[in-house]
């Protein structure tokens, strides 16, 4: 296949666009958007296969665009998106192009890979993809799944816009998760939870393990997680490898105090600032994203307090802690949106609430994978509300309502509340309407659950 270098400049579609760039581009038609993303979502049915063996193949056909690649990595149960962002919006504040590679997206899979705060034009996301897809069919067949390719396609992007640093969140897991194939200079690792523990293991020990195994040998980790863990799990597996480690607590600190977030770390002090992602328990993202910074410094990297600051308040992540206010036409009430899909996000949103969402009644929509700790979410998120809307998430995640519904009941009661309302609605769009009608024009709706369904209803939303 034919390549040429070129620079283009496509109106109307991100500042990097406007100014053009270069890249290597077939000389063939582009494919579209559409028919790249019919391809890849065709790729789901294969499922999550961990292992690094098919990516690294992959990558080898590909020419190993990960090799030499500067990349934090960012593992953990609940707060790696943000953590991302935190770190992301910091090194483009030093001045440095930064790649970001996230999932899952919410409205486009183009939100996945950015630069600079840019998402990768939809023309250049379809050209990569099927320049993915040629050389995974070659013989013999490199059979990757949808994850799989979307993370070659970031790091074929990233190397072809010859990007200073990749920031990567970790998909699922860590060890066997395809993000690892990349010798990343810093690991983070945010708190740790039970989540995925069919793949991963039954407790957070055996999770931890997993996850902390990120950390490559003369890297340094970045860490939040309990002494327990610490102890048991995450600081033997530091020591082995002779890898310097910082604490969350121990060498680092986050607070947040009346006049805003503050950080105090090995080499920089920062405060009082806003964070641009809401939430007291951002703090410890936001305290995990500049003790990541700080650690490139001891690979180059030049880092100012001013560049943290700026970072932390510039950062954006959508479908997180994320308020919508109501309409001033009263079509649409005031609105909080936030993907806490496992019993460790459902507690933080639960104590986030009332703060953020005080409006009566409140109504929540709720959707998420019936094979997660979907009894464990209820418990905690019902009795911040006055009305429940149930819902399905994805078209092959069918939840037995029955016992949802009973798991909503059961919440309000042990709580000694008063019996409150619970509706079924299967259809995500049907169920939002039957939500808003709830909430009225003085209410408030509360969407959260899978972040899938967060990026279904997004655009009728906003």
């Known amino acids: 296949m034919s390549h040429v270098v070129i620079s283009r400049a496509i109106a109307g579609q991100g500042a990097e666009a406007e100014a053009g760039h270069e890249g290597i581009v077939d000389d063939a038609p582009v494919p579209s958007m559409e028919t790249a993303w019919a ?105 990757l799944t949808l994850f799989e390719v979307l993370t070659v ?59 902390v195994a990120v950390l490559k040998p003369g890297a340094t980790l970045v860490c939040a997680v309990t002494p327990s863990l610490w ?18 607590g121990v060498d680092f600190v986050g607070t947040f105090e009346e006049d805003g977030f503050r950080y105090r770390g090995a080499m920089h002090r920062v405060g009082a600032v806003s964070l641009g992602i809401r939430g007291v328990h951002q703090g410890q993202n936001a305290a995990l994203a500049c003790a990541a910074a700080e650690a490139l410094q001891d690979f180059g990297f030049h880092i100012r307090s001013h560049h943290l600051a700026e970072g932390l308040y510039r950062a954006r992540h959508r479908g997180r802690m994320e308020r919508i206010e109501a309409r001033a036409d009263g079509e649409w009430p005031a609105t909080l949106i936030d993907g806490a899909h496992n019993p460790m996000g459902a507690r933080v949103l639960a104590r986030h609430v009332e703060a953020f969402l005080p409006e009566r009644p409140r109504v929540m929509l709720y959707g998420v994978n019936p094979e997660k700790d979907v009894k464990a979410m209820l418990a905690v998120l019902v009795p911040e509300v006055d009305a429940v809307v149930l819902t399905q998430s994805s078209a092959r995640a069918v939840p037995d309502f029955a016992r949802f519904v009973r798991w909503v009941r059961r919440a309000r009661a042990k709580k000694g509340g008063r019996e409150l309302t619970v509706l079924v609605e299967a259809q995500a769009a049907d169920a939002l309407e039957v939500a808003r009608a709830l909430a009225g024009h003085e209410g408030g709706l509360l969407v959260t659950g899978s972040l899938y369904l967060i990026g279904d209803l997004l655009p009728l939303i906003g």
């Not at 640093?165 to 010798?183: K, S, Y």
């Not at 102890?231 to 490898?241: D, Q, S």
């Open 39 to 143: 391809w890849l979502t065709g790729l789901s049915g294969r499922g999550i296969q961990l292992g690094l063996e098919r990516v690294r193949a992959a990558l080898a056909r590909l020419g190993d665009p990960h090799v030499g690649l500067v990349a934090v990595t960012v593992a953990g149960t609940n707060g790696k998106g943000s953590t991302s962002s935190f770190l992301a919006s910091i090194l483009h504040e030093a001045g440095y192009r930064v790649g970001l590679y996230t999932s899952p997206h919410l409205v486009s899979p183009t939100e996945r890979i950015r630069i600079g705060g840019h998402t990768i034009l939809a023309s250049d996301f379809a050209r990569i993809a099927f320049v993915v897809r040629d050389a995974m069919e070659r013989a013999p067949e490199v059979p």
């Open 231 to 248: 102890r048991e799990v995450v600081g033997p597996y530091a020591f082995e490898l002779r890898a310097p480690a910082r604490r969350l």
């Open 153 to 211: 396609m970031a790091l074929v992007y990233f190397k072809e816009r010859q990007i200073d640093v990749a920031v990567l969140e970790v998909g699922l897991g860590g060890r066997l998760d395809a993000t690892n194939v990349v010798d990343a200079k810093v690991a983070v690792l945010c708190p740790v939870g039970l989540d995925h523990q069919e793949l991963l293991g039954r407790t957070k020990a055996l999770i931890a393990a997993e996850k």
